[in-house]
Nanobody, 120 residues
Framework: VQLQASGGGLVQPGGSLRLSCAVS????????MGWYRQAPATQRELVAF???????NYADSVKGRFTISRDNAKNTVSLQMNNLKPEDTAVYYC???????????????WGQGTQVTVSS
């Protein structure tokens, strides 16, 4: 079971990007799913999180600019990023609490990371 992220790139300030992450492999359930980021010389931080029933939580720095969504049928999570700022530059990781089998507890899985660079 893996998480596969895509959609990063280089964008000018004020621009938009959409990140996507898909679960590959057979699982019983995807519970909470989220996006995290890590800039050089900093710790990984939560950007946005969404529960299975659609409850969302955002870092204060991205509220009103980023929107997280998910498709439970496809086990995917997306992050729409608008009005990007240079301080959003980081490697973005998707993370998900996956239950592989009904008799297994949930475990955290991470995608490979995708670079987002906001620069003119």
């Amino acid at each position: 079971v893996q998480l596969q992220a895509s959609g990063g790139g280089l964008v000018q300030p004020g621009g938009s990007l959409r990140l996507s992450c898909a679960v590959s492999g057979s699982i019983f359930s995807a519970n909470g799913m989220g996006w995290y980021r890590q800039a050089p010389a900093t710790q990984r931080e939560l950007v946005a999180f969404i529960t299975r029933d659609g409850t969302t939580n955002y870092a204060d720095s991205v509220k009103g600019r980023f929107t997280i969504s998910r498709d439970n049928a496809k086990n995917t999570v997306s992050l729409q990023m608008n009005n990007l700022k240079p301080e959003d530059t980081a490697v973005y990781y998707c993370g998900a609490d996956l239950q592989i089998r009904s008799w297994f507890p949930s475990s955290k899985y991470w995608g490979q990371g995708t670079q987002v660079t906001v620069s003119s």
